[in-house]
């Protein structure tokens, strides 16, 4: 019989799990150890840029009681896409995963079958498994992000398709790190949503594909804590028009935005608009200010638009924000097994 051979830890590959944090202490604490727990041939390295946080999370991860941690801390809020960018800035990964600190890894085989299948189709630049709202996994949260006319997620699609999608959700999802690397990270001007599918999008048009493993699993606990609380209000319903504008203009161009504006102002896309926000539940101010002040405004900011467009947000974002890392040695989990 041949011997078995393990090999040394230090040659394994590694990927780097990146979780941005902001006043979910306990919900970290979990997402941490649903990772300690994975089984996969790499070293996984957690990485967590806590975003201000009060409640104790920075003393619970400097105390070691979430094992092995590389520490980003900033005394203000930075938001999601300046904070993944510097976990990105101080990982060491071949491969990069996000995961929601209000997420969990729910087997511990997830890790390992994303790795899998990344390296097996080499035109995949990220992949991500099923994510659930409950451990029984009866409510499925999304599998793949799919788009509508718009730029507007379509939302029964994305609970029903796994082929090609448009998006993947930084909830928990894996990435090649040369991918990231060529598009330059996530976008700031996006800081609390919208940043996955932007980035997903300018992925795709490297002519990357987006892949879902259904067979994989990770839960979404949709934590109220350390959550910018303006959801379906107006406030979303503006970031949402800005995003989307700014997102289509500095993408495809004037033209082809003036075409989107003139669409939603049809009876089709008025129609579309009524399925998606629900027009008699808003006020006429309201709707001249989503759809045509904002539209507005996007057309008169494009040259400023444009001109942002391609940088690279990861190359020294640590240093430009005057940040450094934190190397926590806490306990170790147990070692990787080779398969």
Sequence with gaps: MAAVVTPDKESLPIISMVIVSWNRREDLRRALASVRAQNC???????????????????????????????????????????????????????????????????????????????????????????????DKQKLWLLGGYLQRGGYHHIFR??????????????????????????????????????DIDLSIRVRGKNWRLGVLDNLSAQHHCSGDGRVRVYDSFTHLAYIERSIGRHTIQQRGPLHYLREVIFFCSPEGRRLRREIYGWSNLPLKARLHLFAWI??????????????????????????????????????APASRAV
């Excluded at 609970?159 to 959700?169: F, G, I, K, R």
């Excluded at 700031?188 to 940043?195: I, K």
């Design 41 to 135: 041939a790499a070293r996984v390295e957690s990485v967590v840029m806590d975003n201000g946080s009060t409640d104790g999370t920075v003393e619970m991860l400097r105390g070691g009681e979430c094992g092995p941690v590389k520490l980003i801390v900033s005394s203000e809020n930075l938001g999601a896409a300046r904070g993944r960018n510097l976990g990105i800035a101080a990982s060491s990964g071949e491969f990069i995963g996000f995961m929601d600190s209000d997420a969990e890894l729910m087997d511990a085989d997830v890790l390992s079958g994303l790795t899998q299948g990344l390296r097996e189709n080499k035109q995949l630049g990220a992949i991500a498994p099923a994510i659930y709202l409950d451990a």
């Design 158 to 195: 994305s609970v029903q398709e796994t082929e090609n999608p448009d998006t993947l959700s930084t909830c928990c999802s894996l990435w090649r790190r040369d991918v990231l690397e060529a598009v330059g990270g996530f976008d700031p001007a996006y800081p609390f949503c919208f940043e």
């Design 295 to 332: 539209p507005f405004r996007t057309f008169l900011r494009y040259p400023a638009i444009k001109r942002e467009a391609g940088q690279n947000w990861i190359s020294g974002s640590l240093q430009a924000a005057g940040l450094h890392v934190e190397e926590i040695a806490g306990a170790e």
